[in-house]
Every structure is written in C-alpha cells, then in structure tokens.
C-alpha cells in the first residue's frame, strides 16, 4: 500500500500537466464549448491505460446541436476476476471565466503549489486526481478484481440533463454496472460529502387588468398584488424558514436550515426600457423563487406552506390571483456514513491525515441527484480537492498539495471498495 502512495507522490508533475491540459480545453457551458476535444483527450489517455471507452452524445437535451454537441466520455477497465465496480464521475464542464481574473483563465498558470484556471478547482482538478489515483491503483494492483470506471461527463453546472442524467436513464450509473459511485467535486480534501439539500423551483404569477397609467384606478396593478405578496412572505415565510434547523451538516453553516432565494421579479415594461413609455397597468407579474429544502420536509408541505399564502391572500385581498408553475424539484439525499463508499473514503482520509474527517452536505445540488432518482444508486458520495468557496470566483486555483493527497484518499478508497470481499 506504502508503494502505491509513493507511487502517487511521485506522479506530481503529470498530475499537474494533466491539470493543465484539461484546464485548456475552454469547455464553457454555456454554451458547452470545447466538450468534444475535452472527451476525446481524456478518453484517449484512459486508453493508453487500459481502459475502453464509450462516447455518449446527450442527443437531444437541452443545448445539444451539431455545433455544441453534448459528448460525454466512459471509460471502463475490467479486473481480472468478478466483483464490484467503482466509478469515478467528474464533470467537464465549466462556467464562464466572467472578469476579475489576474490569470489567463485558460492557460493552467502553476504558481506558489497551485494550478490556477477556471475548472481547476470545479472540477478538473478532482478529474486529474482520479485519473491519477486509479493509473497508480492499476500498477500496483494490477491484478484487482471487479472494474474500475471514470466518466467525464458534461452540463453538470446547468443541470446535468445532457450529462449524468442521460446516462442515468439509459442504465450507465446502476446496478449491476456499478456499485460504488466517487464524484470527485472539491468538498475539501479531508472531508466526505454525503448529499445535498433539495430544491424547488417555482414561478409565481400574479394577475391584474390593463388600464391607462394615468387612470390606475380603472384597472388592477398585478405589481402591486406582487408586493403583498413579498410582504407576507417577509412577515410569514422568512420567519419561519429561519428557524427549521436541520440535522444534515451542511456547509457553511449559514446553509444548515430551510432557505428561500427571490431570483427574479418582473412585471409592466420591459426592463430593457427603449425611451418608448409604455403607460399601462399590468396585468401579469412573475416572481421565480428557488426554495432549498431538508430532509426533515417533504416537498408537498414545503409547496404547501406557499400556496398557503397565496390562498390567504386571495381570500382577504380583493382582486388578488394567481397561477404557480414548478420549475424544477430535487429530493433532499443523504447517504449514510456507514455506506460502503462514505466510510473507504472515511478510512481514506483517516491514514492520509491521521484524523477523522467531516461529514457534509452540499448546499446546493450536483449530479450525485440524477445517480439516486434516475440511476436508483444510492451508495454515492463527493470527494476531491480543491475548496468548494473558490468554485466559480476569479482566479480560481486548487493546491498540488491538496490533489496529491486526494489522490491517495482515493486510491485507498478504491482499494478497499474491490478488495472488500476479499478480506
Ligand atoms: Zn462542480
């Protein structure tokens, strides 16, 4: 075992050449840039491996077309007797540089123990880790029962739907394929995240009657039964949000209850105003809201508590209406500390820092969902470097140090995963 971890130690400068190619690939999503190239190296140095690998377009989901094709890559590398198969999947998809950037976002600057790019923290350098960890397991197992599996998949950061979630559907994350699933997203590397809270997205309409501006009167202002709306969700809802704790860790703490974001509000003119007044009355205003729920709820009473609202409103206010539309539900999940997977990353962690590690829940979701709902795996966890605060910010960096250590939390953790029943 020493060996393997040497081995991995010594990996150092193509664990960051890896960093770095991958890094350069500009797989901005949107619009899902470079995903094809992207799918094509990494399968390529799987290849050179041992692995065999699938190219999997997402044909047909959101954003696909010949010119951004949703090409997702699954490499497969059989042992040499049955048993269980682990899977690593990492996205390839980036979010867009945005500005504030003291770096090229693109070049994979190594500076001060660091890689600094866009990605390297979310979640390519998590990617090379894995890559890394499981060539080093390959050598000095060579004979390791079960397969091993990496995917890189695309569109995690708008959802998924091209990515995890058409594989899903199509059998590529369930049994009997794959047992134990790692996502390498950087949770920190001492720390084991075993889920995320859920979410409910909804648009929200309330109606009015078009009249002349000058004579409101004559009509019904929707903006206006919008902002009684937004009053009673501050005098009712917001109170009562704040104080359902939860007894999943989330992180940052802040996170570790019931959360409402108003994402958008819109109502009357455009808000790309022209110097063409337009004096009306609205009749139709639309708030988005994106609730982050618990397990200690269930969805039909966290939609239920809202719709609460709005019928009070519209028995008390005159004129007041409404239509509600679902945007998006995911379920709250939480693997067990004690699944096969969340406790060989646990013992992982355990010999690489001689210390027991975190438990966390992810306050927002990621594709561990699609494997859980569409794929019915639940014995899934994310693990990898970087540190989740520098996800999607400027100068966005992970530490060599910190990808070499992974990297042996994984390895390790592969290692117990194949050889459990062994033992
Ligand atoms: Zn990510």
Same mark, same amino acid.
């Given at each position: 075992m020493d060996g393997m971890l040497e081995s991995i130690a010594g990996r150092k400068d193509d664990l960051v050449a890896l960093t770095r190619d991958l890094i350069r690939f500009p797989t901005v999503n949107p619009p899902g840039e470079a995903y094809v190239p992207c799918a094509e190296f990494l399968g390529r140095r799987l290849q050179a491996s041992g692995f065999a690998t699938e190219f999997v377009r997402g044909e /047909?989901? *959101?954003?696909?077309?010949? #010119?951004?094709p949703r090409m997702n890559v699954i490499a497969r590398r059989e042992g040499k007797s049955p048993g269980p198969c682990v899977h690593f999947n990492s996205h390839i998809d980036v979010v867009e540089a945005g500005d504030g950037w003291t770096v090229d976002p693109f070049e994979g600057v190594v500076r001060d123990g660091r890689v600094y790019g866009r990605? +390297?923290?979310?979640?390519k350098g998590g990617l090379a880790a894995s890559v890394v960890a499981v060539e080093a397991f390959i050598e000095a197992f060579?004979? #390791?029962p079960g397969a091993i599996e990496i995917s890189g998949t695309v569109d995690e950061e708008s959802g998924g739907f091209g990515g995890v979630a058409y594989l899903a559907k199509r059998g590529y994350f369930s049994h009997p394929r794959v047992d134990h699933v790692i996502i390498p997203e950087p $949770?920190?590397?001492d720390r084991v995240c075993l889920g995320h809270r859920g979410v409910w997205w909804a648009e929200i309409e309330t109606m009015g009657e078009q009249a002349h501006g000058s004579m409101p009167f004559l009509g019904d202002c929707a903006v206006r039964h919008m902002g009684a709306l937004l009053a009673a969700f501050e005098d009712k809802l917001f109170p009562a949000l704040d104080t359902r704790q939860t007894r999943m860790p989330v992180v940052p703490e802040g996170a570790r209850r019931s959360t409402l974001n108003l994402n958008s509000v819109h109502g009357g003119q455009?808000?790309? #105003?022209? /110097? $063409?007044?337009?004096?009306n009355v609205p009749d139709s205003c639309k708030l988005t809201i994106d609730r982050r729920f618990l397990l200690e709820e269930t969805i039909s009473d966290v939609k239920g508590e809202v719709i609460a609202i709005l019928d009070d409103l519209k028995a008390t206010r005159p004129k007041f209406d409404y239509e509600i539309r679902d945007i998006m539900e995911v379920m709250p999940l939480m693997t067990e500390k004690d699944a096969p997977v969340a406790s060989a990353v646990a013992h992982g962690i355990q010999t690489i820092f001689d210390r027991e590690p975190d438990y966390v829940i992810s306050p927002g979701t990621y594709d561990q969902k699609h494997i859980a709902r569409l794929g019915h795996l639940y014995d899934c966890v994310a693990y990898g470097p /970087?540190? $989740?605060? $520098? +996800?999607?910010? *400027?100068?966005e960096w992970v530490g060599i140090e910190d990808m070499i250590q992974s990297a042996q939390v994984m390895a390790l953790a592969l290692h117990e995963l194949l050889f459990a029943r062994q033992r």
């Open positions: /047909g989901a *959101p954003g696909d077309n010949d #010119y951004f990605g +390297a923290c979310d979640m060579p004979d #390791y $949770l920190n590397k455009t808000d790309d #105003y022209t /110097g $063409l007044p337009s004096p /970087g540190i $989740l605060d $520098l +996800a999607h910010r *400027p100068d």
